[in-house]
């Protein structure tokens, strides 16, 4: 469903993604693991358009979409829930849902998908008029989540959600991708939590300086001995 080819990408000086290349079939859960620096949220960007190639492909559902600038990727059908959950903290929670609506025009869809995502986030429902920024940061996680969802992705990228959240609230949320992916869209996943990662997903990728240095089923990766020492600390 989605291919990136050889993909060369940085900032000024630094190159953070040294070539690199891999694919998420069409209805799975991958990972994406490695330490802080490998380049995971950078390839990520790369994906959305936010950081530009220097050299490689990017292909989703046979278009190229090498070179797209954000909003056509999003239009394509790839969502990108950002790291730090980046909602809009001046406005309200429905506003920030229809953000991620924003280049859909049947409006009574748009509607009907708010009430879905209310239905599922009742926390959400109760404070659609407060300004996002006055929620805790598990519900911001949720906002984060129904934001993208309101594009109705086919593929939807998570950077590290369980950043910063209470237990119970990484266990909702890790819950709640394992549905998205179980209900149809498929998911690529960023998370520094690599036991959970690799525990939930359909097939991982393991990203050491700017290269894709091994691949895998979650279970093949936990039983690798480099990966159980250098990231589960076994
Ligand atoms: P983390 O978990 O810390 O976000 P990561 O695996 O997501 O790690 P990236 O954030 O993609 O890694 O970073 C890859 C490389 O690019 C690192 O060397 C990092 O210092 C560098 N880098 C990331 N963002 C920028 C930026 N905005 N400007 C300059 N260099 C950056």
Redesign the pocket.
């Known amino acids: 469903m989605l291919e990136l080819i050889n993909a060369v990408c940085?900032?000024?000086g630094?190159t953070?993604l040294q070539g690199i290349t891999f694919e998420v079939k069409a209805g799975q859960l991958v990972a994406l693991i490695?330490?802080?620096?490998?380049?995971?949220?950078?390839?990520l960007r790369a994906i959305s358009g936010l950081v530009p190639l220097r050299a490689g492909a990017l292909r989703f559902d046979n278009e190229v979409l090498t070179g797209a600038r954000p909003p056509r990727i999003l239009k394509a059908g790839i969502a990108h829930c950002p790291?730090g959950r980046r909602v809009f903290p001046h406005m309200t929670v429905e506003e920030n849902l229809d953000m991620g609506a924003y280049l859909r025009s049947d409006r009574s869809e748009v509607a009907a998908d708010r009430d879905r995502i209310y239905g599922e986030f009742p926390r959400l429902a109760e404070r659609r008029k407060q300004a996002a920024g006055t929620l805790s940061g598990g519900e911001q996680q949720m906002l984060a989540i129904g934001r993208a969802l309101m594009s109705r992705p086919r593929l939807v990228m998570f950077d590290?959600p369980s950043l910063g959240l209470a237990p119970n609230i990484v266990e909702r949320t890790f819950a709640i991708i394992r549905r998205i992916r179980d209900t149809g869209t498929t998911v690529l996943l960023?998370e520094?939590n690599a036991f959970a990662a690799l525990d939930m997903c359909d097939h991982a990728y393991l990203?050491e300086g700017?290269r894709i240095v091994l691949s895998g089923s979650g279970a093949e990766l936990i039983a690798n001995p480099h990966v159980r020492k250098a990231y589960l600390g076994a």
Do not use: C, I, R
Not at 34 to 43: D, V
């Open positions: 940085g900032y000024g630094v953070a490695g330490a802080n620096g490998a380049g995971k949220s950078t390839t790291e590290e960023v520094q990203l700017g």
